[in-house]
């Protein structure tokens, strides 16, 4: 199984960047996907979140309103588009997977992505 990550770069403060995340070696459509992120010298945090039919989302209260998380058209691909960036979202994006039919929050994913860098230049 594989989670291929992209979307990463360097932007400016209040710009936007758009993350994508396909899976592959099987599929995920039944089962929630989503977005950690881990900034430098801290530990990996919950970013955002999805239900497998995008009913609902799940967000870290410092990104709601700014980032929006979506699911492809064949359910095994995961979008997070970030509005309104500041340098303190600067990390390493992983989008994720999970093996769960309770909500994402409640479970710990079971794959990972490589993860994709995001910079915010202030």
């Known amino acids: 199984v594989q989670l291929q990550a992209s979307g990463g770069g360097l932007v400016q403060a209040g710009g936007s960047l758009r993350l994508s995340c396909a899976a592959s070696?099987?599929?995920?459509?039944?089962?929630?996907m989503g977005w950690f992120r881990q900034a430098p010298g801290k530990e990996r945090e919950f970013v955002a979140a999805i239900t497998w039919n995008g009913d609902s989302t799940y967000y870290t209260d410092s990104v709601k309103g700014r980032f929006t998380v979506s699911r492809g058209d064949a359910k095994n691909s995961v979008y997070l588009q970030m509005n309104s960036l500041k340098p303190e979202d600067t990390a390493v994006y992983y989008c994720?997977?999970?093996?769960?039919?309770?909500?994402?929050?409640?479970?710990?994913?079971?794959?990972w992505g490589q993860g994709t860098l995001v910079t915010v230049s202030s």
């Open positions: 070696g099987r599929t995920f459509s039944s089962y929630p």
């Open positions: 994720a997977a999970y093996l769960t039919y309770r909500a994402p929050t409640s479970d710990s994913p079971a794959y």
